[in-house]
């Protein structure tokens, strides 16, 4: 097994060394030639093409360093070494002058989160408009493989998933493995496995690719306090990595203005950091059908009184304690309305759950959804006489985009990208810190029928975006300019 | 100030200690009044006169101040109402939940009962026992829990000891540690005290038989509280809604954050850590970093903060000091040129590349020795299995371990130069303690390293670039006007003192913030 994995990947790394040229008869003989005084780039190379694995920094360095001392061989030894764990089951391939998007997650898993939705619609317009090669990464992470065109169209939501369970490794005969080299890579979601990050960090510094990723927030680093406990140092990794990349492409402004921030001390270590921009994401909202307006009305509206709608999971930083607060505020002065939270439970909502069940004790019109669909939620967007998004940190408000396009007003906080969003009208803005301030705004617009009437009205002139702009621009900056940059073009 | 623990040097005015019972166990009942009382006499406009029965007194105290936490436009009386109603320092979401829980009551024994019935849960969910409380008010407080308990003395404990006896001598200063249970602050120990402020010294015999004070808390109110360490991991949720929510200003010395921007080189538990203490140090007046570079961290973790709406601290630099004790520059040893790399043998420090460097200089037939100062790292195997190797064949290096400082002082004198490529440092301190002794330093070319070569005796390299570390070491083994030249710049480094530093420090960070200088 390890000598017919040794015949196969020497010829590939001698090509991929050699570039155009014919290959000389011993491939060995060859390679050893093209690794005489290796540098770090060229180690990685060859440690990942024979090896099967995506090497670590340390490994780059000590066997480059150790190759320096003694000759090309070591590097050899070396990749052989981890050959003999790996097995020599993948056939490897390296992805020289390809465009690689690292879809590990999406592949895997349908969490149906914002990123997710994010990582799918844009993938669905690259893999239509441009030639792509979709990765997933081995169940060990120690390398990326390329996907296979069942796998890609189950991870698009073309398919339904049908050869493996979710969150199960889908039987891949062999599988292939790729090596980015001289290519292009882009991250388009979230990586929190150790494993992963530790064997990007080389990819990106060694790989001679152009490499790009969509920064979503950096929360677990400025909000610790409304993490789990085992993200952020997970999240740490992916920023060291990250620290090598050309390109950040943040969804917002604001969490541009994060990761700038981020840029600013990483630079303390020397390092230029990514060129960052930010490139807001798009809502496209979808019409309800009159069924599932019939059915959500039913189910959730209560006759004659105005539904007050909020979205997302009861984690602290959505302080949806406040909106209970404030909304009993306004119960208790006599204002009419019901409440509706739709979303998960999360890390820390037992507060919440536990607030919740007391007002409805006393007789509150409040209810939590878990788990609606789609369909119905975008009828209760419909439905709703205005939507509160209070939280105190998001890369991107996307309960408050989304409400906003389907022509409903929203309160949400005065800064960050839940502000960005309510710039272009149809939106009040409070201090999300400030009970008083969200209730005043609440009431404002269930007792202000003009300015209820003004702000849906606004809600119809802002601008439309939509995901093949998103996807265009972001190709654009992550890839295009990305590799023209680097041509100094 | 019965418990009052620091050592009798300089004027100690603290603005206002309340009385504290006698030093028994206090029954749960006379402890409750006691605090309440406490944060009557601050609270309260006029607190109500004394009832001998410590249960009645309670009662009257509690509805007094349930009363001033509930009129009040800011959190300040809140988070004390509760500091005192159960005898620990309350989280965020405590302070937050308590505010709008008050808020809707209907009147004010339906508010009393609900702090009551707060207290009785918080009590016998933590398993909190009943202490006592003393409130200082107006000054100055600095948190050294770990240098009070600890005698390790590396970096970060040098700089707070430093600190803290120099504004001792000039300042009214309140040192600080954590109680057992991370619920508040404490006032330290005689024998602590000193441990801060004559660390090192010898101790008098009396000194271990005065009697220790009792557990009671020690709660800052409109105070400056001094981070001049990183606060332990279990305090960073209650420091940080003290930050936010109490009204006095906390400020703090920053070091750097390579937990985080270098999480690859270090343990992974360390970012959770490190994450913990920026929950505090978001809610921050100042910080005063201890280079540009380390400045220009912090600055970039506070502008990152606006995206939630956050003014963040402002961020100064204050540049630390590097002080070595005088010897005599002793003429080189005879025999081979040494080349010394001081520094624990943490992944950042590089030391695989010197060790890779000085290899190659050696396989070319450059005669040198190489000495390594500096404790054990995190990871330590590459580097053992590296100068095993070296070793077994016979290269002449030497790994000291951790050493006195005298003995580093004197072996970086008699060193030929130092080599010190960081990858990342929020001060080099080995870089001035070279330059110091009057020795030249091969060093990173980016952030403090940089700053402190500026003032002359360095050669800056790429530390990401060993090829250039190995030229340049080449260089000063085999160029020796290079090297007299650079001598001659070492000898003239003239050191910031720890005196300049510390009167820079209270500038930046304690005159600042209160606004006008505090001190009669």
Redesign the interface.
Same mark, same amino acid.
């Given at each position: 097994m390890m000598d017919r994995a040794l015949g196969e990947r020497l010829p590939v790394l001698a090509a991929a060394l050699r570039g155009p040229g014919t290959a000389s008869g011993d491939a060995r003989a060859e390679v050893l030639t093209l690794l005489t005084g290796a540098d770090d780039d060229v180690t990685w190379l060859a440690l990942a093409v024979i090896s099967g694995q995506l090497p670590t920094?340390?490994t780059v360095?000590?066997v480059r360093?150790a190759a320096?001392?003694d000759g090309p061989e070591v590097i050899l030894k070396a990749a052989l070494e981890a050959l003999r764990i790996e097995g020599g089951r993948a056939e490897v391939q390296v992805a020289s002058g390809a465009v690689v998007i690292d879809i590990e997650h999406l592949s895997r898993t349908s969490l149906g989160t914002g990123i997710q939705r994010v990582t799918r619609e844009t993938l669905k317009r690259w893999a239509k408009d441009h030639e792509i090669t979709a990765a997933g990464w081995l169940t060990d992470h120690t390398a990326m493989r390329r996907l296979t065109e069942p796998e890609l169209s189950v991870a698009l939501g073309h398919t339904k998933a049908v050869l493996a369970p979710v969150g199960m490794a889908p039987a891949v005969r062999r599988p292939q493995v790729i090596v980015p080299w001289e290519s292009t890579y882009v991250l388009p979601e979230v990586v929190l496995e150790?494993g992963r990050?530790?064997r990007l $960090?080389p990819l990106f510094r060694f790989s001679r690719s152009r490499t790009a990723a969509i920064g979503f %927030?950096?929360v677990?680093?400025?909000?610790? $306090?409304t993490?789990a406990?085992?993200v952020?140092?997970?999240f740490?990794?992916e920023?060291?990595?990250i620290?090598h990349v050309d390109r950040v492409a943040t969804i917002s402004e604001?969490?541009g203005? $994060?990761?700038?921030?981020? &840029?600013?001390?990483?630079?303390?270590?020397?390092l230029a950091g990514p060129d960052i921009a930010a490139i807001s994401l798009p809502v496209e909202a979808a019409e309800p059908s009159p069924a599932a307006l019939a059915e959500a009305s039913c189910r959730y509206v209560v006759p004659t009184i105005p539904m007050v709608l909020c979205v997302g999971s009861h984690e602290?930083r959505k302080n949806h304690?406040a909106v209970l607060?404030a909304a009993?505020?306004l119960w208790?002065s006599g204002v009419e309305f019901s409440l509706l939270f739709v979303g998960g439970n999360a890390w820390k909502s037992e507060?919440f759950t536990q607030r919740l069940a007391e007002l409805r004790a006393s007789g509150r019109p409040v209810e939590s959804v878990l788990g609606l669909s789609d369909r119905l939620l975008w009828a209760l967007y419909s439905l709703a006489h205005c939507t509160v998004f209070p939280s #105190?940190?998001e890369g991107f408000g996307l309960p408050v985009a989304e409400s906003l396009a389907s022509g409903t007003p929203a309160i949400t906080?005065?800064?960050?990208?839940m502000l960005e969003i309510a710039c272009d009208g149809g939106a009040l803005t409070v201090?999300? &810190?400030d %009970?008083h301030s969200l209730a005043a705004a609440l009431r404002s617009l269930l007792t202000d029928r003009a300015l209820h009437e003004r702000l849906v009205l606004e809600t119809r002139s802002r601008p439309q975006r939509t995901w093949d702009q998103y996807a265009a621009e972001t190709w654009d900056y992550l890839v295009d300019q990305n590799v023209s940059a680097a041509a100094g073009l | 100030m019965a418990s009052d623990g620091t050592v009798a040097r300089g004027p100690r005015p603290v603005a206002r200690v309340t009385a504290v019972a006698a030093r028994r166990e206090p029954t749960a009942v006379a402890a409750l009044a006691q605090r309440l009382r406490a944060a009557g006499d601050v609270l309260l406009v006029e607190s109500p006169a004394v009832d001998p029965d410590p249960a009645r007194d309670a009662a009257q105290l509690l509805s007094a101040l349930v009363g001033c936490a509930r009129d009040s436009a800011t959190a300040g009386p809140t988070w004390l109402l509760l500091t005192a109603v159960t005898g620990a320092y309350p989280t965020?979401?405590d302070v937050?939940?308590l505010r709008?829980a008050l808020?809707?009551t209907h009147d004010a024994t339906d508010a009393e009962l609900m702090v009551m019935d707060h207290m009785a849960a918080t009590v016998s969910a933590d398993g909190l026992p009943p202490v006592q409380i003393e409130i200082l008010e107006g000054g100055v407080v600095v948190d050294v829990d770990f240098s009070a308990q600890n005698d390790k003395q590396t970096g970060i404990q040098r700089v707070t000891r430093r600190v803290c006896a120099l504004w001792d001598a000039d300042h009214s200063t309140t040192l600080l540690a954590w109680s057992a249970d991370h619920n508040g602050h404490r006032r330290l120990t005689r024998r602590e005290t000193l441990r801060v402020l004559r660390h090192g010294m010898p101790v008098e015999p009396d000194d271990h038989l005065m009697p220790e004070p009792t557990s009671l808390l020690c709660v800052p109110w409109r105070c400056t509280v001094v981070l001049t360490e990183v606060p332990p991991e279990p305090a960073a949720?209650v420091l940080?809604a003290l930050a936010e929510f109490s009204g006095s200003d906390v400020v703090a010395i920053g070091y750097?954050?390579i937990? #985080?921007?270098?999480?690859?080189l270090r343990p992974?538990?360390?970012?959770?850590v490190f994450?913990?203490y920026?929950?505090v140090l978001?809610h921050a007046r100042r910080i005063a970093g201890i280079s540009a570079?380390?400045a220009?961290?912090f600055?970039?973790?506070? $502008?990152?903060?606006?995206?939630?709406?956050l003014p963040g601290p402002s961020v100064v630099e204050v540049m630390l000091a590097t002080q070595i004790a005088p010897g005599t520059g002793s003429a080189p040893v005879s025999g081979l040129p040494r080349v010394l790399c001081i520094g624990s043998h943490e992944?950042h420090k590089n030391h695989?590349a010197v060790l890779?460097c000085a290899?190659?200089l050696w396989?070319s037939g450059l005669e040198f020795e190489l000495h390594f100062v500096g404790g054990d790292g995190w990871d330590m195997s590459?580097f053992r299995s590296r100068t095993d190797a070296l070793r077994s064949q016979g290269r002449p290096l030497v790994d000291h371990g951790r050493l006195p400082d005298d003995d580093m002082w004197r072996l970086c004198r008699d060193a030929s130069f130092t080599v010190f490529p960081s990858?990342?440092e929020g001060f080099g301190l080995p870089v001035s303690e070279s330059l110091a002794c009057g020795t030249p330093v091969i060093t990173?070319?980016?952030?403090s390293t940089r700053e402190i070569a500026a003032a002359g005796g360095c050669v800056l390299v %790429?530390?990401?670039d %060993?090829a250039a570390l190995e030229a340049q070491m080449r260089r000063l083994l085999t160029n020796p006007e290079d090297l007299a030249r650079l001598r001659a710049e070492a000898r003239a480094y003239e050191p910031k003192t720890w005196s300049a530093y510390a009167s820079e420090l209270w500038e930046a960070l304690v005159t600042t913030t209160v606004g006008a200088a505090d001190e009669a």
């Open positions: 920094t340390a360095q000590r360093r320096q001392l150790p990050t530790r $960090e %927030d950096t677990p680093l400025t909000s610790a $306090e993490s406990a085992d952020p140092p997970h740490a990794l920023l060291a990595a620290r604001a969490a203005t $994060e990761y700038l921030g981020w &840029r600013t001390m990483v630079r303390s270590m020397g602290p304690l607060h009993e505020l208790r507060g #105190v940190n906080s005065q800064f960050g990208s201090d999300p &810190r %009970d | 965020a979401d937050v939940g709008r808020e809707l949720a940080a750097d954050a937990p #985080v921007t270098s999480a690859e992974v538990v360390d970012a959770g994450v913990k920026l929950t978001k570079s380390s220009s961290e600055r970039g973790f506070s $502008e990152a903060l606006a995206a939630q709406g992944l695989l890779h290899e190659m396989r590459d990858l990342h990173t070319d980016y952030g %790429d530390p990401r %060993d």
